[in-house]
């Protein structure tokens, strides 16, 4: 069976930094781009980042760019997002999504994991 | 980036009823488009891609349709399962954006 399962998240104080995890299984994982949701408490949902299968390209989402970074270890099939210098407003749900295409992907999320919360407080 | 404009927010709708959730994009788009479902509590489910195409195990009563900047989702004969919010979302260019959401609501 595919499965995503996020850890890492918690409270953390602004200025901080965080570091998510997303472990894969059901799936070979070296094969499909993944990318990172969020989606703010009873709000809606934002694309933060995407990575492709061997790491060579990376995007990410305006809000977050120059403050957060994607990056996977396919030997470990797991999925990664390091959240540094973090604001109130990066508070959320954070989910871990496989794109539904190989190789580059197209920005279509067909598994999502359970999410992860990070809050984000003084 | 492209701007995702769903219609309405909420619809309240009884079991058996045909209901129908636009989204209109801010640029055209071609129909790299597809379209969610997500429950309290738990992540989106992925239902339909390039516009119209079912994902497998996606009951037939779903269906979308549209091209360019204008969509929508059409669910027949809807099920109490159905009841939940529906999110379109854009894959013509990063950011991947997506629209606010439709809460379907029981009447």
């Known amino acids: 069976e595919v499965d995503l399962v996020e850890s890492g998240g918690g409270l953390v104080q602004p200025g901080r930094s965080l570091r998510l995890s997303c472990a894969a299984s059901?799936?070979?994982?070296?094969?499909?781009?993944m990318h990172w949701v969020r989606q703010l408490p009873g709000k809606g949902l934002e694309w933060v980042s995407g990575i492709s299968w061997n790491g060579a390209h990376i995007e990410y989402g305006d809000s977050v760019k120059g403050r957060f970074t994607i990056s996977r270890d396919n030997a470990k099939n797991s999925l990664y997002l390091q959240m540094n210098s973090l604001r109130t407003e990066d508070t959320a749900f954070y989910y871990c999504?496989?794109?539904?295409?190989?190789?580059?992907?197209?920005?279509?999320?067909?598994?999502w994991g359970h999410g992860t919360l990070v809050t984000v407080s003084s | 980036d492209t701007q995702l404009t769903q219609s309405p927010s909420t619809l309240s709708a009884s079991v058996g009823d045909r209901v129908t959730i636009t989204c209109r994009a801010s640029q055209s788009i071609s129909s790299w488009l597809a379209w969610y479902q997500q429950k309290p509590g738990k992540a989106p489910k992925f239902l339909i891609s390039r516009a119209s195409n079912l994902q497998s195990g996606v009951p037939s009563r779903f269906s979308g349709s549209g091209s360019g900047t204008d969509f929508s989702l059409t669910i027949n004969s809807l099920q109490p399962d159905d009841f939940a919010t529906y999110y379109c979302q854009q894959y013509n260019s990063s950011p991947y954006t997506f629209g606010q959401g439709t809460k379907l609501e029981i009447k």
């Open positions: 059901g799936f070979n994982f070296q094969d499909y781009a």
């Open positions: 999504a496989k794109d539904l295409t190989m190789v580059r992907g197209l920005g279509i999320f067909d598994i």
